[in-house]
């Protein structure tokens, strides 16, 4: 999550004025084969996260909303709500629990404080072929959390799940069985920056090894982590270390070779950040209108598309190229194995 709750303007601006960005699209690796644009939503509506089932479909959470789409990227024209939350006007963090079922963060979109952060269960387990209607439960609410944003699981057959609090500098842990829930992760490199009059900090989490790797969006100007954690309960083994220091970024997904590809949200881009810490923007950059607010990534999870990442952008909703239009949120499929990944 990056803007809706945070009105950015002035963050917009002084990026823009230190960069002389042109009115035309300029990617830096040609659309096709590599990249295809595979779905554009209407304007104004913000993908936030998205999910790869065990079946290849997506799953796709939008700020702008309660309704989880799904999108098959083997046809990928139409994109079905298949869930739509009560009570809550935006969605951010999903993550598998158990196989094809995943947890969702529902919550307030800053107009309506009264709305509690809540986490969602969406079961795909009895969905016949065809028919992607899940079946929902509330697992926790979460009163005591600020802005709850990216999720992860801890570890296959745990029933724990994490959660990032962007304005508390936490990771949250939720039991998925009873509901309980509690600060599991506590450390400096969580918290919140502030810069331009905005303040987030811990975004994108995901477990690489017996290490939460996660991203900072701006604490000292926007970082790359990892923390060791005990894989059982969650709780930190050490303290957090920087692998980068990578400027500006949101979510992110983690390869085999355990490299991250980390979404730049306003800066239009995509980096690939080695374990050694080196890195560099592979996919679209400042002038990218195809990477326009790059928010989240995953992998395929069929054989055909494992090596695909999809990569989700809230359309530039927050930061409309010079000279282009604002378009719909996307989804983009890049061939990794084309691009050095
Ligand atoms: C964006 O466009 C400007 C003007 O053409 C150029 O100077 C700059 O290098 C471009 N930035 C990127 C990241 O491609
Ligand atoms: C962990 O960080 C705390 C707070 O900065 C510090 O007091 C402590 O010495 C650190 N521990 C290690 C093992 O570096
Ligand atoms: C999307 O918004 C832009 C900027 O307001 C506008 O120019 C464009 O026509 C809109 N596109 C659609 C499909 O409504």
């Known amino acids: 999550m990056f803007f809706r709750f945070l009105a950015t303007v002035s963050l917009l601006n ?5 960069h002389a960005a042109p009115a035309s699209e300029i990617d830096r690796y040609p659309i096709a084969p590599a990249i295809r644009i595979l779905h554009q939503f209407p304007n104004l509506t913000s993908i936030e996260n998205i999910a790869a089932r065990p079946n290849g479909k997506l799953l796709l959470t939008p700020l702008t909303s309660s309704s989880v789409y799904s999108l098959d990227p083997t046809s990928p024209a139409v994109a079905n709500i298949i869930y739509t939350f009560p009570n809550a006007n935006t969605l951010l963090g999903i993550t598998e629990y158990e196989p094809d079922v995943f947890a969702v963060v ?4 800053g107009s309506n404080p009264a709305i509690p952060w809540v986490i969602w269960s969406l079961d795909f387990r009895k969905c016949v072929t ?5 079946e929902a439960h509330k697992i926790a609410t979460l009163p005591k959390a600020l802005l709850v ?16 609090d962007s304005q508390l500098g936490v990771i949250w842990r939720i039991n998925t069985k009873t509901g309980r829930y509690e600060i599991a992760i506590s450390d400096l490199l969580l918290a919140p920056g502030t810069a ?5 900090g811990v975004n994108g989490i995901r477990i690489s090894g017996h290490h939460l790797s996660f991203t900072n969006s701006l604490l000292e100007g926007g970082l790359f982590a990892k923390i060791p954690i005990n894989l059982i309960t969650g709780a930190p083994l050490g303290n957090a270390t920087i692998i980068a220091r990578n400027g500006v970024c949101d979510d992110f997904a983690i390869d085999t070779k355990g490299n991250a590809w980390v979404t730049q949200n306003v800066l239009n ?12 923007v592979v996919l679209g950059g400042l002038n990218s209108t195809v990477f326009e ?16 990442l999809y990569v989700s952008t809230n359309g530039g ?11 719909g949120g996307t989804v983009v499929a890049v061939d990794t194995t084309r691009i050095g990944g």
């Open 149 to 164: 944003n990216g999720l992860t699981h801890l570890a296959p057959g745990s029933p724990w799940i994490l959660a990032a």
């Open 130 to 134: 065809g028919n992607d209607v899940p």
């Open 196 to 200: 331009f009059g905005i303040t987030l």
């Open 269 to 280: 881009g995509v980096q690939l950040i080695k374990p050694d810490g080196s890195f560099s």
């Open 106 to 109: 529902a919550g307030p979109d």
């Open 317 to 327: 909703s927050g930061i409309p190229i010079p000279g282009t239009f604002r378009v």
């Open 14 to 18: 002084q990026i823009r004025n230190s």
């Open 293 to 308: 607010g790059a928010t989240s990534a995953v992998f395929g999870r069929t054989v055909k598309d494992r090596k695909t």
